[in-house]
């Protein structure tokens, strides 16, 4: 009979905590977390720490801590392939000594794209979001962070960017992408782009895909869509860049336009650093297959 691990030996139960002090660890950090890429904040605490200071007869503020509870998922790959991990981490940041909260009305900045952080004159910096109104200035952080097993398909939440690179076939055209997303539910409609310097010599064409339902919209949504040639023994490639990764609908006008490109096309997918086959990013491979580029174009 084969005995079953105690929870404590499971890979993806085992609490860990670190310290974050130098820039090699601060580096150890962004490279674990992936920079939390896609994460959501669930908690956000303040903790003033006070003396009393008998020459003043009162208490005074002797330090603040920060702490935020993160939620986010990372890609590994094992034997059997890719699998998702998801990680729930306490970022504790220590001897706090700037920082901002400060959310504006109608923005969230409970969904982290992609954290920066540096070190300057001895000080960690954190940046929470692209707008610069969730950071912090500290003397150290720690990380305590627990694993378990995440979604069937990794390296999808928060994703910007990804691009996929065909070994043969014929490059679709901008009617073929519009034509599949209309049976996705998702209509859009095309702007093309046209370069005022010399572009790069595999460039195909390019544009932006606007969501149909967000044209009465001020705000900028939608997909850069990229096309190339013949390139590193590849026939053709495609990169769909989110607009504006914080708006509502983007994330997943992106994931379903993936989802159309990798069923139909043999190649191999980048999302973020990740590579991978379209079997491991599709995670059920020829699920809901739609039609080919030959059924639409016979």
Known sequence: MRRLAPAGELPYNKPMLRRIKTSDDLAWLLDHSHAFHGGQINELHVRKQRMFDESSG????????????IRYEVAARGPEGLYAVTRVARLTMRGVTDFSIFEQEGADCSDIHTIHA?????????WFDPRGEFYAVCDEAELDEVSRPGHARPIRAGMSEWTFQARTGELPTVKWLL???????LPCSWRAVKRTTRPHPTLRWEGYLLPAAGRESASRTGLHVQTYGRLDDCDFGITLRAID??????????????????????GTCLSGNQVMEQDEWLGEPNAGRTATFDELNP
Do not use: C, K, M, Y
């Not at 034509?179 to 539910?185: I, P, T």
């Not at 708006?247 to 043999?266: C, M, Y």
């Open 245 to 266: 990764p914080h708006e509502n609908g983007t994330g997943r006008l992106l994931v379903v336009l993936a989802d159309i490109i990798a069923r139909n096309f043999s």
């Open 179 to 185: 034509a599949h997303l209309d049976r996705a539910g």
């Open 58 to 69: 009162r208490e005074v503020v002797a330090g603040t801590n920060l702490t935020a509870v």
């Open 118 to 126: 540096e070190i300057v004159g001895g000080r960690l910096r954190f």
